[in-house]
């Protein structure tokens, strides 16, 4: 599978992306179910790119994150508005 980076995303972070979604996906829909009418918590790590629950959301889950800073939950706020 080929994944197409935009320029302002190096390699590095470009290899590190399947790992963190392939883990956040595998824990949202393969150890359990996640879907519409589910609760999702992101403890500690809402703001990280596995802690983001954007799959979570996607799959059109309810989603809490608890975050270790204002500006932490500045950025969940702003990743909350995305469609």
């Known amino acids: 599978m080929v994944i197409p980076l935009p320029d302002s995303v190096s390699f590095v972070e470009g290899a590190a992306f399947p790992i963190q979604v392939l883990t956040a996906y595998h824990m949202l829909h393969t150890a359990d179910s996640t879907g519409p009418g589910r609760t ?35 950025l969940v706020r702003e990743h909350a508005r995305m469609p």
Do not use: E
Request: charged letters at 15%; aromatic letters at 2%; zero cysteines.
């Open 40 to 74: 999702v918590l992101v403890h500690s790590a809402a703001a990280r790119g596995a802690g983001s629950g954007a799959a979570g959301k996607a799959a059109g889950a309810r989603v809490f994150g608890t975050v270790s800073s204002d500006a932490k939950a500045r």
